[in-house]
């Protein structure tokens, strides 16, 4: 809903939540393979590395859509919004 109304804080903070998304699944695909954490994901590392890619790659995708809605922010939405 930032987008529609134009918030411009509301969307900087939502790309700051996409970040900290994006660094969770970082940490966590580094902590499967890490040599003192392997133990823990024997039999589903693969599976959970392939979520956490799949997630990464959509957060970052939203993420520079939440960019771009931001920089076209007073262009003209606001005029075709339905009230």
């Not at 809903?1 to 699944?25: D, H, R, T």
């Not at 997630?55 to 970052?60: A, E, S």
Request: glycine share 8%; hydrophobic share 45%.
């Amino acid at each position: 809903m930032q987008v529609c109304y134009e918030n411009k804080p509301g969307s900087i903070a939502w790309a700051f939540v996409l970040v900290c998304i994006a660094a969770y699944y970082l940490f966590k695909i580094v902590r499967i393979y890490s040599s003192d954490q392997k133990a823990k994901y024997v039999g589903s590392g693969q599976f959970l590395t392939l979520f956490a890619a799949i997630g990464l790659f959509v957060t970052i995708g939203s993420f520079f859509t939440t960019i771009m809605c931001v920089l076209n922010f007073n262009k003209g939405l606001k005029d075709y919004r339905k009230p």
